[in-house]
């Protein structure tokens, strides 16, 4: 919908605490990735195969993220698709520091310098991702992903790409006439 619309990314934690995941049950876990990847055709997701321990939180890439916002704004869309591409297809674990780094000078930057950024700015970023899912909570949302279309009615659970375009024609169509 190109400059339509413009999505706001929000931290929400899956894992508050971090643990150390049960290896068959998160294998497991990662075959219900296969029932969006049929909802959407360009969405790749591969069940969990890595040698590779799986992520033991979702705060590192969280702040991670946060982080390249501040610090490299013009590659934070990069790295948000790296991200996305190292957990569900690569099967890395995001939630290591070094593997955040790794996939920041994947696209780009200077790793010793987007390290030493997530060093910095660690407090203030673990902060604001905390502030997020805090919002969220209070607003409703409890599932990944959540869509939330100018301000209204939380829509959770992964939907086919037709059904946001539907929500956000009629929103666009309703402002218009109103």
Known sequence: MGERITVQWRSFLLRVEPKTPDRDSFVDYTRSWLRPAELEPEARFTVWASDAPPPGSSLP?????KTMEVLHPDAVHDFHRALLTAYFTD???ISAWEVLTAIATEVGVDGDGFAAGLDEHNQAMTRLVIDDHNSAIEQGITAVPTVVINGLMPVPG??????YQRWIERIAAARSSG
């Not at 890439?61 to 993220?65: D, E, G, H, P, R």
């Not at 992964?158 to 059904?163: G, I, M, R, T, Y």
Request: aromatic share 8%.
């Open 61 to 65: 890439a969280q702040v991670a993220y």
């Open 91 to 93: 099967n890395r674990d």
């Open 158 to 163: 992964a939907q086919e790409v037709d059904a």
